[in-house]
T-cell receptor
Framework: AQKVTQAQTEISVVEKEDVTLDCVYETRDTTYYLFWYKQPPSGELVFLIRRNSFDEQNEISGRYSWNFQKSTSSFNFTITASQVVDSAAYFCALSEAWSGGGADGLTFGKGTHLIIQP | GAGVSQSPSNKVTEKGKDVELRCDPISGHTALYWYRQSLGQGLEFLIYFQGNSAPDKSGLPSDRFSAERTGGSVSTLTIQRTQQEDSAVYLC???????????????FGNGTRLTVT
């Protein structure tokens, strides 16, 4: 069975601080996909990134970066120089190989509520 | 306790037929969301209910789609005159309070896989 754990239910930082959101996953598959989504107050889920289990290269996109470590089954997300607009809930998710990276068999963590104070 | 329950888990229907998807959120959760995931696509937000009201219905892909929520609990997503492009996994989620407020993690159901033949 798959499991995604986001131990931090809420994080509050002051603007311009760096913040890391943790994600730990469990799966028996050797091939799987990991995702991060952002949920702003509007309710929609905004796709941020998808990585497959064979690509451990860390990725940076502007102020966002992701650290994928299979050895610790973690896929952590860091926001550098946080801004008020980054305030949202963030969800880590895992899907199995047979889904082809889609929503079939998608398991979400409970989410981390990030508050950026001005 | 019980999580978000969706039914049916799988639905195969013929093009042109109507389908109804059901979501039973966690008891006491005021916010309810519908998303869908088409093959190879990201999650698509459809609609969000706060109580029985949907503040924004613009995410519904066409007028063949409608959703309602009664008693602040169960929600149904109805697709009329289904088309093949409607084939997707439809996910429902609920949260205790509206998005953006504290302690509002999303709890997702297992989804309904809809196949339109």
């Amino acid at each position: 069975a798959q499991k995604v754990t986001q131990a931090q239910t809420e994080i509050s930082v002051v603007e311009k601080e760096d913040v890391t959101l943790d994600c730990v996953y469990e799966t028996r598959d050797t091939t799987y996909y990991l995702f991060w989504y952002k949920q702003p107050p509007s309710g929609e889920l905004v796709f941020l990134i998808r990585r497959n289990s064979f690509d451990e290269q860390n990725e940076i996109s502007g102020r966002y970066s992701w650290n994928f470590q299979k050895s610790t089954s973690s896929f952590n997300f860091t926001i550098t120089a946080s801004q008020v607009v980054d305030s949202a809930a963030y969800f880590c998710a895992l899907s199995e190989a047979w889904s082809g990276g889609g929503a079939d068999g998608l398991t979400f963590g409970k989410g981390t509520h990030l508050i950026i104070q001005p | 306790g019980a999580g978000v329950s969706q039914s049916p888990s799988n639905k195969v229907t013929e093009k042109g037929k109507d389908v109804e998807l059901r979501c039973d959120p966690i008891s006491g959760h005021t916010a309810l969301y519908w998303y869908r995931q088409s093959l190879g696509q990201g999650l698509e937000f459809l609609i969000y209910f706060q109580g029985n009201s949907a503040p924004d219905k613009s995410g519904l892909p066409s007028d063949r789609f409608s959703a309602e929520r009664t008693g602040g609990s169960v929600s149904t997503l109805t697709i009329q005159r289904t088309q093949q492009e409607d084939s997707a996994v439809y996910l429902c989620a609920s949260s205790l309070v509206p998005p953006g407020q504290l302690n509002s993690p999303l709890h997702f159901g297992n989804g309904t896989r809809l196949t339109v033949t």
